[in-house]
């Protein structure tokens, strides 16, 4: 089975995309061997022919002039070129906001089939792909059938796991996509960098407050852990609603779904919404000063108490 994986750049390849890697040369180790390519647009630090490690065969790599903005419309381009270069029979791309807008837009236009939020490795009988996908925001697992010749997969984070690198090295080539009007319909007119520097969705740590933090004034609590931690920080949507923290760290339901190994939910009632988005955490700690918050029903840990005291404690010892 012929392999590409798409990868993102944010400055160097996202760690979510050599986890797709990873998933890609687990994926052709279990049926049978095949070729590895992988594509990314843009500039990047990353040493491309170091993925050899991964078990890449060749990096195409699109990085002429007109790649300085990489968007959806454009990631589309590159990606339908190079799986019109490379003739692939499956195409694995990790999950991300980007990643979601463009995957749809490439299978509509090549006819493939396209399975989101893949969380194991495929099976292939008697030549039909099938795998697994989290549905209904994580509450369900549905097993689909992918009735083409190409097949495309969006992966969640741990879809694949206990994959080492090795030292091999692999080609790079360019690859030139001549993008088309509609290929560039939107311009990017500046960017700003998100607070906190561990980005959430790809955190393997993070701390989240909710209301019981009583205003943005008490927030030094949650940085000053995530930061004892190495973890991204998180909250709750009414949090973010309440403008005490920036939107784009809302987990759950209608914000940003993470899957850590560590979630700590300090001050968070545990409301099914906010679940929703962080139930394929592998470990949940809830400090809440309610023994009867709904938190405790999903967590492995629980500490009944006060945040105000318990925080302070935590991150001491832990220093
Ligand atoms: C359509 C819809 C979508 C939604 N989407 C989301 C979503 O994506 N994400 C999300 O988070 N919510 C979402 N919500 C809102 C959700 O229903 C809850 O209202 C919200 O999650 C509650 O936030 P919270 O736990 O921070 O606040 P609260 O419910 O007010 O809970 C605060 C908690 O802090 C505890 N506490 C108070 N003081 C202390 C203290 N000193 N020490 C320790 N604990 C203390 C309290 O016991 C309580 O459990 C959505 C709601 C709807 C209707």
Same mark, same amino acid.
């Given at each position: 089975m012929n392999i590409l994986v798409f990868l993102e750049s $944010?400055? @160097?390849?996202k760690k979510s995309s050599l986890e797709a890697l990873a998933y890609a040369h687990k994926t052709a180790e279990a049926l049978g061997g095949g070729a590895i390519t992988a594509v990314i647009a843009g500039p990047t630090?990353? $040493?491309? *022919? @170091?993925? =050899? #490690?991964? *078990?890449?065969?060749k990096v195409l790599h699109a990085d $002429?002039?007109?790649?300085?903005q990489v968007d959806i419309m454009t990631s589309a381009a590159v990606l339908k070129q190079a799986i019109a270069i490379s003739n692939p029979d499956l195409v694995v791309l990790a999950k991300s906001s980007l990643v979601d807008a463009m995957a749809p837009r490439v299978a509509a236009a090549t006819g493939a089939a396209l399975a989101t939020n893949v969380v194991d490795l495929p099976v292939l009988n008697n030549g039909v792909l099938t795998v697994k996908r989290s549905i209904y925001t994580g509450k369900a697992f549905s097993d689909v059938a992918l009735n083409a010749t190409l097949r495309i997969l969006t992966v969640k984070k741990g879809a694949a796991t206990g994959f080492e690198p090795n030292s091999a090295t692999t080609i790079v080539e360019s690859l030139s996509v001549s993008l088309s009007g509609s290929d560039k319909a939107l311009t990017s007119k500046g960017t700003e960098k998100a607070t906190g520097e561990i980005l959430l969705p790809e955190a393997d740590l993070v701390v989240s407050g909710g209301r #019981?933090?009583? *205003?943005?004034?008490?927030?030094g609590l949650i940085t000053d852990l995530a930061k004892t931690l190495g973890a991204a920080t998180a909250c709750s949507k009414p949090v973010s609603d309440l403008d005490?923290?920036?939107?784009?760290e809302h987990v759950g339901q209608t914000g940003i779904k993470v899957s850590p190994s560590l979630y700590i939910a300090a001050g968070? @009632? =545990?409301?099914i919404q906010h679940v929703a988005g962080i139930s394929s955490s592998k470990c949940i700690v809830a400090i809440n000063s309610d023994p009867e918050a709904p938190i405790f029903k999903v967590a492995d840990y629980g500490i009944v108490g006060d945040v105000f005291k318990i925080l302070p404690a935590l991150n001491q010892a832990l220093k």
């Open positions: $944010d400055g @160097s390849v630090t990353t $040493d491309l *022919g @170091s993925l =050899g #490690g991964y *078990g890449v065969q $002429d002039g007109a790649f300085v #019981g933090l009583k *205003g943005p004034e008490n927030w005490w923290r920036p939107h784009h968070i @009632s =545990g409301a």
